[in-house]
């Protein structure tokens, strides 16, 4: 069984829910950007983009392996708890499913259908 995501999986983040799990230097960078009342959405949308694809997939690795941020079955869990009361896990066949008050998703591994709910409450 999947105990974490993926290097890939981590990539589906927008790029300011990234900013999340990247270094200071990074966050610092995305702050100065929304502070600035002369950039558009779009503008600051961009660089946040250009920001992100700085970061190497080393740097990815370094993240889901050595930072703090580990995204595991139990923090996945842990953050749909702090965001939602409601959490219903079952498996069913080959699949589980991962019930919140967003929605239903599924997936074949538990890890991956938590990863979608996820994504939905950051």
């Known amino acids: ?40 959405d779009t503008e600051k949308d961009n ?19 050595n930072h703090t941020w ?3 079955i139990g923090k996945m869990i842990e953050i749909l708890y702090n965001h939602t009361c409601d959490i219903v896990i079952e498996s069913a066949g080959c699949n589980w499913y991962v019930d919140i008050n967003t929605g239903i998703y599924k997936s074949r591994e538990l890890c991956d259908a938590l990863w979608e709910a996820v994504k939905e409450v950051l």
């Open 1 to 40: 069984m999947k105990q974490h995501i993926t290097v890939e999986q981590l990539f589906e983040l927008q790029d300011y829910k990234l900013a999340e799990v990247m270094d200071e230097e990074f966050q610092n960078a995305v702050r100065n950007l929304n502070c600035n009342p002369y950039m558009s």
């Open 47 to 65: 660089l946040i983009e250009v920001l992100a694809e700085q970061v190497t997939i080393g740097k990815m690795i370094e993240i889901l392996y």
């Open 70 to 72: 580990q995204v595991t």
